[in-house]
């Protein structure tokens, strides 16, 4: 759905994306991640056919953003970092005006501005002014400005950036629902709590090159030269649990506790599952043996160097 | 802690003078005069004795007027961006919170601000007294022009620093300094002329200037200091709670006679009725908005102001102007004309800087509106408004026209004048929407727009004035210099003496209208030319207007 090629951004000498190259694949739920100054809104705007690219080349839906920025702008749904509102217009009005920007005919304009305004619980708002709803609300406008068009890609460029927990939470349930209902989502964020739960994939990107990029699982196993595993046993067996577990030629360490075992282990797939068989066919009684999941932030941690902050 | 150890000052001073910018303007302004005296300094064959003195007079005074229009252009620039700069960067309210005195403040705000206005006009000091050693000044003429410069400096200064308290944003701080320095500058200029015959005139005018002038403005800059500074002391502008909706009924309960009734006319025409119901199918959605939005955004109250006292002030120029002396009609015009210089960039130099500014744009940009849909809107929207506005003084002179049969003898000459207005609020709609295109923020673009349609309006006219008798050109290569004013256009209407004037009671003939000659067959009038130049000159403006969007917003990195 998404598909950046070769993507590089020169300011005179400054490289701020470095020939990115990454797919998005329909009905996925993109994070892109990485730290402040990374090139994640460059990016961001080149898609959104803001930014015209020093080289390389964008398809949104088969679109090419480069030739044919027009029918990208059909697909897409943009949600800029920073944005703002028009003085003295109401909510509806506002929705009005995209929605005849995207050419929405009136019969259907008005339908979907209430129902945008209550996937979004907006109702009770229609007739305030814009400028004077608070962040969290300007920020749910602007996601349902987005929405009036039913595009089936939506770009949003940080949309929770600086919103209390409550209207944080709400956001992310809102993104929830956007990916029930289908919609291939490219969504950046520098705070990793928040796209770790809804993200089918990642790509982490710093000071302008993309350093990882695919499920989350995928990266996990790709940064991973040796995988923790973490195995309950019952009470009796640890001790055979142990030996069996250090004989095995994938293992290299292996530290007990109560009656915990956490073994770091190298190999693919397979290879666990056959560790795991033979615990069983040795008579261990194995309660529970599972790889212990890296944390985002550690996944982060490991590829970021931290050069940009 | 005012002046010495003003950190406030320190600050300003240092970002402000630490640019090479800085010095290169100043080194093109002092080049410039110094081109300007080159230029007129009598040649060697020339006796100095004869030619120097006139030529010496009238370098005077075309440095003193071309230095008060720069203290009039350019003190707000600097001056109407001191606080509203704070607050836009979101460290207003750090300032505030300091142990700094709100008077410490202030003068660090206005002298930052002017300092690099009075070097300028300290540094064409010895140019001027090159002008002295050719004799026919007097050095108290010196003395006094200088003191008319920095009163006007220090006046104009405080006055924007005021506006710029008063405002959030520098755009709307800037235009009302704007609405309210330029006409005082006109003012002040007029009653301060010393080219009258009469000696006793000229007796009067100096001692106006040097007893009367420095206190009253003295009285002035105190009056605008305590209302800074209790503005500064308790600030009713901090925070963001609820202040920036528009509560039009609030509005109007301190809207000083200019009420808008959106369902009459003629308010309708400029402001109509808000909707209740989505647009229909096939409107352009920006030009909907942009005409049915508060037109008053714009520093509300000031602009009604100007509105209201213009209206006011056209009906005694249409007793003296039109109904007693029917000749001046062309005066009455340069009225209007100026009414629509003033306002007129007030709608359109902000338009495309704006959705930058309240970063609308980059919701705009995306969506599938043409970038030649999104000027058109701009261009319309603004220049209705002006229009209309300007509009509203002409019925006078449509009264003038039924009424006084001199005028009405010469009918055709109220539909050139009408064509010349029309023109010219299309001409700063225009010019106001290319600069705006051209600029990355509102203030640039304003001040862009002013200087443009004083070089292009203003500008011919002094030239007209100064060059006249006094340089061996002759009268068609004069007019020839004015085509692009709509003013000379205006003067350049002959019109028939009134009878009231005359004692007899045959018809006295219209003077002759100098023509220019395109061709050696064909010659037209002053005002023929400008309406013929104008609306091509604005579709080509509007043209290349369309080329910068394009290039540089539309479909460009200038965003990032």
Not at chain 1, 223 to 243: G, N
Not at chain 2, 265 to 281: C, N, Q, W
Request: charged residues 20%.
């Amino acid at each position: 759905m998404i598909e950046v090629i070769n993507f590089t951004k020169r300011y005179g000498d400054f490289v701020a994306v470095d020939d990115l190259s990454f797919t998005i694949g329909k009905g996925e739920v993109f994070g892109f991640i990485g730290p402040n100054g990374a090139g994640k809104s460059t990016t961001i705007r080149f898609l959104a056919t803001l930014l015209r690219p020093t080289s390389g080349q964008g398809r949104v839906a088969g679109h090419s953003v480069v030739d044919d920025p027009m029918a990208v702008r059909r697909v897409i749904g943009f949600m800029p970092d920073d944005f703002g509102v028009y003085d003295g217009m109401k909510v509806w009005e506002f929705l009005d005006f995209f929605a005849v920007a995207y050419e929405i005919p009136f019969n259907y304009r008005k339908k979907i501005i209430g129902e945008v305004l209550e996937l979004l619980d907006l109702t009770h708002k229609r007739d305030d002014y814009v400028n004077g709803l608070s962040k969290g609300m300007k920020q749910r406008l602007c996601l349902a400005k987005t929405l009036v068009h039913d595009p089936p890609v939506l770009i949003l460029d940080e949309p929770a950036s600086g919103l209390d927990p409550r209207a944080r939470l709400e956001m992310k349930a809102l993104l929830n629902e956007l990916r029930g209902m289908g919609k291939t989502i490219l969504v950046s964020s520098h705070i990793l709590s928040e796209l770790a739960d809804f993200c089918t994939s990642i790509g982490i990107i710093e000071r302008g090159k993309l350093l990882a990029a695919g499920s989350i699982q995928e990266i996990q196993r790709q940064l991973r030269s040796h995988r923790v595993l973490r195995v309950h046993v019952l009470d009796e067996s640890i001790s055979r649990a142990a030996t069996i577990l250090r004989d095995d030629q994938g293992v290299r360490s292996v530290e007990s506790f109560d009656h915990t075992l956490t073994a770091e282990f190298e190999g693919q797939d397979d290879d666990m599952a056959r560790l795991l068989g033979r615990l069983i066919s040795e008579g261990v009684g194995v309660q529970s043996f599972a790889e212990e999941p890296l944390s985002l932030e550690e996944v982060f941690m490991m590829i970021t160097k931290g050069i940009v902050n | 802690m005012l002046l010495r150890d003003n950190p406030v000052l320190t600050r300003e001073l240092l970002v402000n003078l630490r640019s090479p910018r800085s010095f290169l303007l100043q080194l093109v302004y002092v080049s410039l005069l110094g081109a300007v005296v080159y230029f007129y300094w009598p040649s060697e064959s020339e006796g100095v004795r004869q030619v120097g003195s006139g030529v010496a007079r009238r370098l005077f005074e075309l440095f003193f007027l071309g230095q008060f229009f720069l203290v009039a252009l350019v003190a707000p620039t600097f001056a109407a961006g001191s606080i509203t700069g704070e607050k836009e960067r979101k460290t207003y309210e750090m300032l505030l919170a300091s142990p700094l005195r709100p008077g410490t403040i202030l003068i660090g705000k206005l002298l930052s601000s002017l300092s690099y206005l009075v070097i300028l006009i300290v540094s064409s000091l010895p140019l001027m007294i090159l002008c002295f050693l050719l004799g026919g000044i007097l050095l108290s003429e010196i003395a006094r022009a200088y003191l008319v410069l920095i009163l006007a400096a220090g006046t104009f200064g405080l006055l924007s620093v005021a506006c710029s308290s008063f405002f959030r944003r520098t755009s709307s701080a800037l235009m009302v300094s704007y609405l309210v320095i330029l006409p005082l500058a006109i003012l002040c200029v007029a009653l301060t002329r010393t080219d009258h015959a009469d000696p006793r005139a000229r007796e009067f005018v100096t001692f106006m200037t040097v007893s009367v002038l420095p206190p009253w403005c003295l009285a002035i800059w105190s009056v605008v200091a305590i209302v800074i500074v209790r503005r500064l002391l308790r600030p009713p502008d901090v925070g963001s709670e609820g202040k920036d909706v528009v509560d039009e009924e609030e509005e109007m309960k301190y809207a000083i006679g200019v009420v808008i009734d959106r369902d009459l006319y003629p308010d309708k025409l400029f402001a109509p009725a808000k909707r209740t119901d989505l647009m229909p199918d096939g409107t352009n959605p920006v030009l909907d908005k942009e005409l049915r939005s508060e037109i008053f955004s714009q520093g509300t109250l000031m602009l009604r102001v100007v509105i209201q006292v213009s209206m006011l002030l056209s009906i005694p120029l249409m007793a003296a102007l039109l109904f007693l002396r029917s000749d001046r009609a062309g005066y009455y015009v340069a009225y209007v004309l100026t009414f629509n210089l003033l306002v007129g960039p007030v709608f359109s130099a902000g338009s495309i800087t704006q959705e930058r500014e309240r970063q609308t744009l980059s919701l705009l940009l995306t969506t599938l509106l043409r970038p030649g849909q999104i000027l058109f809107a701009k261009l319309v929207a603004a220049l209705r408004v002006s229009t209309v506005l300007t509009f509203l003084l002409v019925e006078q002179l449509l009264l003038a026209f039924v009424l006084i049969e001199e005028l009405r003898d010469r009918y055709w000459t109220l539909i050139v004048f009408l064509l010349i207005i029309a023109t010219t609020c299309l001409a700063t709609s225009t010019i106001g929407l290319l600069c705006s295109a051209l600029s990355r923020r509102t203030t640039v673009a304003i001040v862009l727009t002013y200087m443009t349609l004083l070089i292009l309006f203003v500008f011919p006219v002094g030239m007209h004035y100064y060059l006249q008798g006094f340089v061996s050109i002759s009268e068609e290569r004069l007019a020839s210099f004015t085509v692009t004013s709509p003013f000379s256009a205006a003067f350049s209407i002959p019109m028939a003496p009134s009878q009231n004037n005359t004692f007899t009671s045959t018809p006295v003939a219209v003077p002759e209208q100098v023509l220019i000659h395109l061709t050696p067959r064909i010659a037209l009038p002053v005002w023929a030319i400008f309406l013929m130049i104008y609306p091509p000159l604005c579709l080509v403006l509007y043209g290349v207007t369309y080329l910068v969007f394009r290039w540089r917003w539309w479909r460009a990195g200038g965003l990032g």
